[in-house]
């Protein structure tokens, strides 16, 4: 079935760690994103790719990295962990840039301690 | 700065029309889209205006006026299932989506 894949779904993670939140997408959209959901706020951008090879910083950068060797994957990096960071991550991908609606990942959980 | 209100909670009974408001204002307007969020789960994409007026898919419409800045998601016939939070977003000059905190709906019998 055609989608999203975010892995892990969930993770508590201790504070100052290293860790990789895991996107796959099979439907060969150019742009993906990252976004983190908190409560009583909305989607807030991390950081996006338009196409493989290049991203951009979005709302709410810092303290995350992202590459995108490859159409398929987007994976993101919080390079030391802070309790801040605790939040519901979503990745999601579009065709294009424009008027092309977002499909998103099943999210990942993650608690930073 | 960009900002898009939505009112926080709705409460709807089955089998009636429930209108979601929506008002934003941003750098540049390239569109809004509606998403219907179920607790615990992804987004998933319920309509997309560019245009002024009414697009209708089934038992959902959404209404858009540019010059007011302004949105509506209609739901007819509500059912249980329509329970969830509906998250208004739109695409600002840069093509980013800029997205509202979402109305959570409950449904009552």
């Known amino acids: 079935i055609a989608g999203i894949t975010q892995a892990p779904t969930s993770q508590i993670l201790a504070a100052g760690r290293r860790m990789t939140l895991r996107c796959t997408q099979d439907m060969r959209h150019n742009a993906m994103y990252w976004y983190r959901q908190d409560l009583g706020l909305g989607l807030r951008l991390i950081h996006y790719s338009n196409t493989a090879g290049t991203t951009g910083k979005g709302e709410v950068p810092d303290g995350y990295s992202v590459s995108r060797a490859n159409t398929d994957d987007f994976p993101l990096t919080l390079a030391s962990a802070v309790p801040s960071q605790t939040s519901v991550y979503f990745c999601?991908?579009?065709?294009?840039?424009?008027?092309?609606?977002?499909?998103f990942g099943d999210g990942t959980r993650l608690s930073i301690l | 700065g960009q900002n898009i209100d939505q009112p926080t909670e709705m409460t709807a009974t089955e089998g009636a029309i429930v209108q979601i408001n929506c008002t934003y204002q941003?750098?540049?307007?390239?569109?809004l889209f509606w998403y219907q969020q179920h607790a615990g789960e992804a987004p998933t994409f319920l309509s997309y205006n560019v245009l002024d007026g009414l697009e209708e898919k089934g038992r959902f419409s959404s209404f858009l006026s540019r010059s007011k800045g302004y949105s509506y998601l209609l739901l007819k016939e509500l059912q249980m299932k329509d329970s969830a939070s509906y998250l208004c977003a739109v695409m600002d000059s840069n093509y980013q989506l800029i997205w509202g905190a979402g109305t959570k709906l409950i449904i009552k019998p």
């Open positions: 999601a991908s579009s065709d294009s840039t424009g008027g092309q609606p977002q499909h």
């Open positions: 941003t750098s540049g307007f390239n569109g």
